[in-house]
Structures are given as C-alpha cells and as structure tokens.
C-alpha cells in the first residue's frame, strides 16, 4: 500500500472539483467547503487547511488599493465575458434533469388545446421564401380628386 492512497481521502476531504481559469485556459480547480477558506477556489485541495500567511494577506491588500481603477474595471469585465470565463460557468452549471431521464416524467404535456396564442398578431398561412438583395419599392400612387 502506499502513501499516496492513505492520505487521498484526507487531502480530498472537504473541496469540490470544479473547473477555473488559470493564465486565459480552462483548468482543474477545487472549491473549499470548510476551514478558514470556506468558499474560495484554490488550485490545490491541500491548501483550504493551510494556514494563512498574514504578511501576504497585508501585502495583497496594499497592493489591490494602489491599483488603477480603471484597470479593475476592465479585469472585472475581462473576467465576466471572457470566452474562457462563458465556458467555466457551462462546465460548472449541475447535470440538468434531462440526462437522467426525469424531465419528460415532470414536464406538463402541452396538447394543442393548452396553447395561448400570441396577442395583436397576424399570422398569413402562405409564407413565401425570403428574397435575397434588396426588394424594389413599389412607387406610391396618387389618389385623382374629382
């Protein structure tokens, strides 16, 4: 036996994997359930029960106040809609309902008498192709007074 298969379940207990990004690609990370990181995303489950560095956590804090408020701004919406950041927030979201096959099961079934039909809309039966280029404009035509 070895070590490595003792100390797995220890090392493991308390985190969750989940997906995050490290240098703009998508990586492996864990979130921290319990201890004095309780909800933080760290790369290594071993450092949620680590203790905590109060002259970094002091440096850190001096550093982020002399930062360029500007800069903040743009890291945040960098950090939002980032191709990479859209992808994390779809791998982390929960299996849905559908890929254990309770979503039909749940779902009300929709006969056609249930429909609502949309408000002030007309809807023609003969919808014809979409035309490329640009459509001629018929020219408007004048009413003769007698």
């Not at 020219?139 to 007698?146: A, E, S, V, Y």
């Given at each position: 036996?070895?070590?490595?298969?003792?100390?797995?379940?220890?090392?493991?207990?308390?985190?969750?994997?989940?997906?995050?990004?490290?240098?703009?690609?998508?990586?492996?990370?864990?979130?921290?359930?319990?201890?004095?990181?309780?909800?933080?995303?760290?790369?290594?489950?071993?450092?949620?029960?680590?203790?905590?560095?109060?002259?970094?956590?002091?440096?850190?804090?001096?550093?982020?106040?002399?930062?360029?408020?500007?800069?903040?701004?743009?890291?945040?919406?960098?950090?939002?809609?980032?191709?990479?950041?859209?992808?994390?927030?779809?791998?982390?979201?929960?299996?849905?309902?559908?890929?254990?096959?309770?979503?039909?099961?749940?779902?009300?079934?929709?006969?056609?008498?249930?429909?609502?039909?949309?408000?002030?809309?007309?809807?023609?039966?003969?919808?014809?192709?979409p035309?490329r280029?640009l459509?001629?404009?018929a020219?408007?035509?004048?009413?003769?007074?007698?």
């Open positions: 036996m070895k070590i490595a298969e003792i100390t797995e379940g220890i090392l493991t207990e308390g985190v969750q994997q989940i997906w995050g990004r490290s240098k703009g690609k998508v990586v492996k990370k864990y979130r921290c359930t319990t201890g004095s990181r309780k909800g933080r995303i760290v790369a290594s489950p071993t450092t949620c029960n680590a203790p905590k560095k109060v002259s970094s956590m002091i440096t850190m804090k001096k550093a982020r106040r002399l930062r360029n408020p500007i800069l903040q701004v743009k890291a945040s919406r960098r950090k939002r809609a980032g191709v990479a950041s859209q992808r994390i927030a779809s791998l982390n979201k929960p299996l849905g309902q559908k890929r254990y096959g309770k979503a039909q099961s749940r779902r009300k079934s929709l006969g056609k008498a249930s429909r609502i039909k949309p408000r002030h809309t007309q809807v023609s039966r003969k919808q014809s192709a035309q280029g459509k001629k404009r020219k408007p035509t004048r009413k003769k007074i007698k």
